[in-house]
């Protein structure tokens, strides 16, 4: 039994609400005059993190990859990808997708601020600070450290060079550093419930890391041109494929079999 509820269907793909998002609440309480603009504001976030994630989802459609759902927590939202595409160009597009949305967001609330102000129309309080957090939205997903988006564009970046494990590697042990820099901080100013944050960080760079390592074994390869003839890939498992003989046996001059 999942503990989330189904909020419905967006672009055919369900919507998740994980009770923890209903914490969004005390986040932006104090934000707001009143408690009705407290949860309008709640409810600005969490439909900026659901555009955000259809970013992603809809990036991924137009590569034949569906999205199983979109669940809402505290700390953002996942759009569970039935696979990720294992080269780099495809992933680099999905995963900018998402803050591509928040940015495109804050254009059009700027576009809309800027005219109210040139015909002299007053806008509601919440609409500048839904610009706002969808900038803080935007950039922060950039960060380069897993789990966020950043963290997978840096992934792509490097893998161009270094291959796709080396490059998870670099990326995680950066996620690592910054987790717990981040983790210290909070600790040394008293911020213990911030501490869930880094030590998230932490365990989901050592997940993605773990998950790409045991890709990187055999049958995990994509994008491989066609070995030539009599040889086959083999990998190592160091994530590096290597050209090797095909066996060839020749049993009572007839019957060929091929390993
Ligand atoms: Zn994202």
Known sequence: ????????????????????????????????????????????????????????????????IRTADITLYLFG?????????????????????????NF????????????????????????????????????FNLLPIFPMDGGRVLRALLSGWMGRVRATEVAAL????????????????GMFLQLILPLFVFVAASMELRQVQA??????????PPPPAGFRWASGGDGVLRLVPIMVHVQSGRDRSWG
């Open 1 to 64: 039994m999942r503990l989330s509820w189904n909020l419905g269907r967006v672009a055919g793909i369900d919507l998740f609400l994980h009770p923890s998002a209903l914490l969004v609440y005390f986040l932006v309480a104090g934000a707001m005059p009143d408690m009705l603009g407290t949860i309008a504001l709640g409810a600005a976030l969490l439909g900026s993190i659901v555009l955000h994630e259809l970013g992603h989802a809809l990036m991924a459609r137009r590569y034949g």
């Open 77 to 101: 939202g996942v759009a569970r990808l039935e696979r990720m595409p294992r080269s780099a160009g495809p992933e680099l597009l999905i995963t900018l997708a998402g803050p591509a949305v």
């Open 104 to 139: 495109a967001i804050v254009l059009v609330l700027s576009a809309v601020i800027g005219l109210a102000e040139l015909i002299g129309l007053s806008l509601p309080v919440i609409v500048p600070m839904v610009l706002s957090m969808n900038l803080v939205l935007g950039v």
């Open 174 to 189: 950066l996620g690592r550093v910054l987790a717990v820099v981040g983790g210290t901080i909070f600790l040394l100013n």
């Open 215 to 224: 890709e990187g074994r055999p049958g995990g390869f994509t994008n491989v």
